[in-house]
């Protein structure tokens, strides 16, 4: 079924595609349609302000309700009882109804409604607030809330366990099977409102932009101590770091409010979070013979800490800094630095190797020459680096990706020597290149392009943090944002592996 701005509903067949039924009656947009679980009869909302019940096989409209005082935005047909029905209108009401047109009290506030599969809950949402009811006792199950904003439309996963709720662009998914909802994950979601959100195998968003996307969602069940996130009206932090850790489907973020939490790639849930003592730091994180180790740069100290002991490891000077990165295999930390790259081994804190980098460009052409000393000298074309970007190999390789010229690759790893410089090629990487417009002024878009034919693969949103809250490996790309969320894109399915 659907309902249009030309004041009709339809019903489709989802074979071929084709209409098999008109249905006219509305004088006004239909904004939401339900169909009974027996599929015999079908309700439609409307901006006439009323409810139309329909007759599925006659196309006949058997009663018009018309005691809401303002656009319908909602109705909803109870999963497992044909004679109930609910709908939710503009001016916040939402009611309940027998298939007669009688009005089964109390009144709920909200402009939208959704029942539970099993038919036993339903939520209303209105404002920045969505409630959770259960059906017969009318008992308040969950109360949700998120900021300030308002929420779009909302809905029950299979089992009754989860509610999504969009707000905007995003969507926010709670565990409701406790006595106090816990907040489990967090979507960001396309370039405009999301419209429209389903459960079925996978939570399914529809979006103003014309998209629908598909969200992945753990089949396993959630442990709510475990996330360490509650439903608060506060505003969220912002992610100053992210990290990847893809052979253990694991990426790591850390907030302006000094919170790290780990994410399933697979999944998308939370794993854990944690407290770091400092707020507003920013570093990198990753998960080392199960310790969580956390690296930060803050007053002129890099801070290294056992976060599930609560530990401080090392501390290591440095005066200025606008990159950390842990290696792949935990041994070493490599700092960027206005223009040189140091390493640290992580765990003894005896400095591995120092080199200068920088990108000069010649006369007035377009090339670009790498000049590279391993003594330290100061120099302003020093700032051209733009992010380190570790190859997760053999934990000593180090990436310098630059704006307008060609990556650079180190290796750390020869005891005794200083670092090697590797050639420019990716031999074990897909063909993908992510070029990021946060760095140009003014900002331009963020794309992800295939190199061997050059065209665009992905376009991302320029909303993410900062240019050092993004890594990419070629494979996942993950990246921060100022509301909070953190996305994580998967492109083995873009090129042959």
């Known amino acids: 079924m659907s309902g249009s701005d030309d004041k009709t509903a339809k019903l489709w067949d989802v074979q071929t595609g084709g209409v098999v039924k008109n249905f006219h009656g509305h004088t006004r947009q239909v904004l ?38 303002d656009s319908i935005y909602s109705v909803s047909f109870s999963p497992t009882n044909s004679q109930l029905l609910m709908s939710a209108s503009d001016y916040h009401t939402v009611r309940q109804w027998n298939v007669d047109g009688c009005h089964i009290r109390p009144t709920y506030r909200g402009n939208g409604v ?22 017969g006792s009318r008992a308040v199950v969950a109360k949700l809330q998120v900021s300030d904003f308002a929420f779009q439309c909302c809905c029950f996963s299979p089992n009754s366990k989860l509610v999504a709720c969009s707000v905007m662009v995003s969507i926010f998914l709670w565990d409701i099977t406790g006595s106090d909802p816990q907040l489990v994950n967090e979507f960001i979601g396309p370039c405009d409102e999301i419209s429209s959100l389903t459960f079925s195998s996978s939570l399914i968003s529809a979006s103003r932009d014309g998209t629908v996307r598909f969200w992945q969602i753990s089949t396993s069940s959630i442990d709510p101590v475990a996330t360490g996130s509650t439903s608060t009206s506060s505003t969220p932090a912002a992610i100053r770091s992210v990290s990847l850790q893809t052979r253990d489907n694991l990426a790591i973020s850390s907030n302006t409010a000094g919170v790290v939490k780990t994410w399933d790639t697979v999944s998308g849930l939370c794993r854990a979070s944690f407290k770091t003592p400092p707020e507003h730091a920013w570093g990198d994180a990753q998960l080392i013979e199960g310790k969580l180790i956390f690296v930060w740069w803050e007053r002129g100290k890099i801070s290294i800490w056992d976060l599930e002991k609560g530990e401080l490891l090392q501390n290591l000077d440095m005066p200025l ?8 295999d935990g041994s070493k930390l490599f700092c960027l630095s206005y ?37 330290v000298w ?120």
């Open 321 to 328: 800094a606008n990159g950390l990165r842990i290696s792949g």
């Open 339 to 375: 223009g040189f790259i140091q390493a640290w081994s992580l765990w003894t804190g005896e400095a591995l190797g120092r080199v200068e980098v920088i990108a000069e460009k010649l006369g007035d052409e377009d090339e670009m020459q790498m000049q590279v000393e391993l003594e």
């Open 114 to 135: 959704a029942f539970s599969l099993d038919g036993t809950l339903f939520v209303s949402w209105g404002g920045h607030v969505a409630t959770v009811r259960n059906l």
């Open 32 to 69: 939401s349609v339900s169909i009974s679980p027996n599929h015999t009869t079908f309700a439609s909302g409307s901006q006439d302000n009323t409810i139309c019940l329909w007759h599925i096989q006659t196309g006949e409209c058997f009663c018009v309700i018309d005691e809401h005082s």
């Open 378 to 497: 100061d120099d302003p074309r020093a700032g051209t680096i733009q992010y380190l970007d570790p190859l997760y190999v053999d934990g000593s390789r180090i990436w310098v990706c630059f704006k307008g010229a060609p990556t650079q690759g180190w290796d750390f790893g020869i005891s005794g020597s200083s670092p090697i410089q590797l050639s420019n090629a990716f031999p074990d990487r897909p063909c993908l290149e992510f070029t990021d417009g946060t760095r140009e002024s003014p900002p331009g878009p963020s794309i992800i392009t295939d190199t061997i034919t050059g065209q665009e693969v992905f376009r991302m949103p320029r909303r993410y943090s900062q240019y050092f809250a993004v890594q990419w490996d070629c494979w996942y790309l993950i990246t921060g944002y100022g509301t909070g969320e953190v996305l994580i894109l998967d492109f083995h399915h873009v090129l042959p592996q």
